[in-house]
T-cell receptor
Framework: EPEVTQTPSHQVTQMGQEVILRCVPI?????FYWYRQILGQKVEFLVS????????KSEIFDDQFSVERPDGSNFTLKIRSTKLEDSAMYFC??????????FGPGTRLTVL | QKEVEQNSGPLSVPEGAIASLNCTYS??????FFWYRQYSGKSPELIMS????GDKEDGRFTAQLNKASQYVSLLIRDSQPSDSATYLC???????????????FGTGTLLAVQP
């Protein structure tokens, strides 16, 4: 069964460093998303992406964040200058239509 | 008012019993509703989607939707210890021009099935 994959599973970085989180969505899906979940809190929407552009972004998704689909398979989330409060699980999701979303296993980001 | 509300639990049920999980939402225009299961440290795993008023059954799971009351529920029959997890209710919110959508999640209900 096709699934969303994410790498790395765990990323540790120093405050102020740039990180890139990678996702490979399900192959025939056209809509892509990033969510995050701070430990003990709810899953929060960050950004949606369709037709090679951002469709919507949340207030969390400020100028430090960017997304890219560099080729036909990868979808990346870049955080330019990480802060302590960026420590969270980051989930990539994809959907075939603008509806049911399937989540990847997540990347645990730890900012020291 | 929170957009999607769930009782955080824990909800404790004995093995073999029916577990009933509830969710309310605030946006009346919402059209799609989802239940995800999340084991500790793992990602949300889709259990069911529901779009129309009434019941939708899939194996041991039944989702119920009442749009007039802005209420969604999930029933788990013959609960097993492996069902112990956090159950997330999510509501689909259409994006600008309907091009995409985002999921608004509740905080989740922790279910503990006692052997």
């Amino acid at each position: 069964e096709p699934e969303v994959t994410q790498t790395p599973s765990h990323q540790v970085t120093q405050m102020g460093q740039e990180v890139i989180l990678r996702c490979v969505p399900i192959s025939n899906h056209l809509y892509f998303y990033w969510y995050r979940q701070i430990l003990g809190q709810k899953v929060e929407f960050l950004v949606s992406f369709y037709n090679n552009e951002i469709s919507e972004k949340s207030e969390i998704f400020d100028d430090q964040f960017s997304v890219e689909r560099p080729d036909g398979s990868n979808f990346t989330l870049k955080i330019r200058s990480t802060k302590l409060e960026d420590s969270a699980m980051y989930f990539c999701a994809s959907s075939e239509a603008a509806d049911t979303q399937y989540f990847g296993p997540g990347t645990r980001l730890t900012v020291l | 008012q929170k957009e999607v509300e769930q009782n955080s639990g824990p909800l404790s049920v004995p093995e073999g019993a029916i577990a009933s999980l509830n969710c309310t939402y605030s946006d009346r225009v919402s059209q799609s509703f989802f239940w995800y299961r999340q084991y500790s440290g793992k990602s949300p795993e889709l259990i069911m989607s529901i779009y129309s008023n009434g019941d939708k059954e899939d194996g041991r799971f039944t989702a119920q939707l009442n749009k007039a009351s802005q209420y969604v529920s999930l029933l788990i029959r013959d609960s097993q210890p492996s069902d112990s997890a956090t159950y997330l209710c999510a509501v689909n919110r259409a994006g600008y021009g309907g091009a995409t959508n985002k999921l608004i999640f509740g905080t989740g209900t922790l279910l503990a099935v006692q052997p």
